[in-house]
């Protein structure tokens, strides 16, 4: 390859190739790569210069961005330059004009629309098939970010794995007073069936996904999602779209790869197989089509290369599950499950369920077949749970949270709840079991008469909420027709656990695209970005 004659960098081999020799002496290699992004952004690359003008006025890209000092920038410091590892992205796009930026956003998009890239959206109308918005700007995480976020994720998914197993079995947590008992005990994601039952490997968390903010003291989990998270397809298929748009920028970032989350995703599933079983046949569970993430349910199913089944798929016979095929019941030892708790066996939760599979409870306490997530996860990611978790840190691994909560409040407490009364036009009020955005009052931006109307809700249930701060979370520059603009965006990694925990180093970012919104939900009119974890 002609970089491996230059140094083994492409960067400076693509200038040698291009530059008459000699030229780019006295150049350091930071300058010679930002000649190189300008000269990709010109598509001098390519051999052509195109005007960099729209209706005769010069095209920048950032030329109208709005820094706020109160809020972090993922892209600009405080003084308007760009953090270092984006200054390469910064010149590039900044160079480019806006149009040939508009149809590379365009091609983004419409990769979305042919392949089918949805969620659904429901509202007094029934469900409603919507494609998720992408932003082709890219959002960078350099590599000594991304080591906290990792260290931190790992270590809350290590605790919250020892909480599930422990107050499944001898709950000594409960006992020592670090967590209310009727907290855990009353939480409607509490499962009794699950007592004294330990899954593989004491993981009853497989998949987790954790959102992350940034705001100017640093990163923040804002919360844990443990039954069934969702998103990672958006994640590969954002990485996919822009790559593919941003090819040339994309391979001078030296971006970690992210491609093989299928995989991993797999060999996890796998590793919790029952004992003995060597070639184990994994199956993922869904809904069905009228699922709000059943193209996600396809495209997991086909990465990892398992089949996709409905609870008709599958049968219980003396204790073991197994697959309709057209060549006869196939044993099943792995079920990646997309389906709540209460319908995932009518024989033992909600007897009225048609998704799930008489019978498969019996199986997996019997140790026959592995559910991934566990049932009764969702004790874990109750928000008001959620506000114990760097206590369960401390508690079960005796090392300090690398990565804080988001001050929380909880109004099941007198002083919470006063406290969440008197400031609601300051404070974000979220049901405690409720997703998606749902059930969620944001004070800053609510009328009198919204907050007066949440008011009366809380004061009849305190224990179903809690409040935050109304945190203004880092912002992030996104496309817009008049360039680029500040929009307010969070992370949600993956992080997976088999016989040891793993991360694909990559995340869907979520970003609010209205002005001044803090919802990033995409059911809530969020779109989605690529995010570049870069190598150095």
């Known amino acids: 390859m002609p970089w491996q004659r230059a140094g083994h960098d492409p960067t400076l081999a693509l200038l ?22 300008c000269m990709v952004a010109n598509q001098e690359l390519q051999g052509n210069s195109p005007d960099h003008t729209t209706n005769g006025r010069e095209s920048r890209l950032f030329s109208r961005y709005e820094i706020d000092a109160r809020i972090h920038d993922e892209m600009f410091g405080q003084d308007g330059t760009p953090h270092r590892h984006c200054r390469r992205l910064h010149d590039a796009l900044n160079a480019m004009p806006l149009d040939r930026i508009a149809t590379m956003q365009d091609h983004a998009a419409r990769s979305f629309l042919e392949d089918g890239i949805t969620f659904s959206v429901y509202g007094a109308e029934g469900p409603q098939e919507r494609i998720i918005p ?31 197993g422990d107050i499944y079995g001898s709950a000594r947590i409960l006992a020592d007073g670090v967590i209310p008992v009727d907290l855990v005990y009353g939480c409607t994601q509490y499962r009794v069936e699950m007592r004294g039952l330990t899954p ?26 443990l039954r069934s998270p969702s998103g990672v397809s958006y994640m590969l298929a954002n990485r996919q ?31 919790m197989a029952p004992s003995g079983v060597s070639d184990p046949c994994i199956v993922l569970l869904t809904p069905g089509v009228h699922n709000a993430a059943y193209y996600e349910h396809m495209f997991l199913a086909r990465e990892m290369g398992i089949e996709l089944v409905q609870g008709s798929d599958l049968t219980v016979h ?14 099943v030892d ?31 306490r019997l140790g026959n077949v592995a559910i991934a997530n566990a049932p009764g996860t969702g004790v874990a990611d109750d928000k008001a749970v959620y506000s114990y978790v760097p206590d369960m840190i401390r508690y079960y691994l005796g090392e300090e949270p690398l990565l804080p909560n988001v001050e929380t409040f909880l109004c099941r407490e007198r002083k919470g709840l006063e406290y969440t009364l008197d400031n609601l036009d300051t404070l974000v009020v979220k049901c405690v079991g409720e997703s998606g955005g749902q059930g969620m009052l ?80 995409s059911s809530q009119g969020g779109g989605g970005k690529d995010v570049w974890v870069l190598e150095n």
């Open 318 to 331: 003396k204790g073991f599950v197994y697959m309709r095929t057209t060549r006869g019941p196939r044993r």
């Open 241 to 271: 779209a822009v790559s593919a748009s941003l090819r040339t920028l994309y391979r001078l970032h030296s971006v970690r790869p992210i491609g093989h989350y299928g995989a991993l995703l797999r060999k996890c599933l796998a590793e």
């Open 442 to 521: 944001v004070g800053p931006h609510s009328t009198r008469d919204e907050r007066n109307s949440f008011a009366k809700k809380v004061r009849s249930n305190p224990s179903n909420y809690i409040s935050q701060p109304a945190i203004n979370f880092s912002r992030s520059p996104c496309l817009s027709p008049e360039g680029a603009v500040a929009r307010h965006v969070d992370l949600r990694p993956f992080i997976l656990q088999g016989n040891k925990t793993r991360l694909v180093p990559g995340a869907f970012c979520r970003v609010a695209l209205r002005a001044g919104s803090l919802v990033v939900n």
């Open 200 to 225: 593989k490997h004491g993981v009853y968390v497989s998949v987790c996904g954790s959102d992350i903010i940034r705001d100017t003291d640093g990163f923040k989990v804002l919360e844990d999602n």
């Open 334 to 364: 792995v079920v990646y499950r997309r389906i709540n708790d209460e319908y995932i066996d009518p024989l033992v939760f909600r007897p009225d369920s048609r998704l799930g599979v008489p019978g498969l409870f019996l199986a997996f």
């Open 16 to 37: 040698t190739l291009r530059w008459p020799a000699g030229q780019n002496r006295g150049l350091s290699s930071l300058q010679l790569r930002s000649i190189l992004a």
């Open 134 to 164: 992408i932003d082709l700007l890219p959002r960078l995480i350099d590599a000594s970010d991304w080591q906290v976020i990792e260290d931190g994720l790992v270590q809350r998914l290590q605790a919250l794995n020892k909480f599930l």
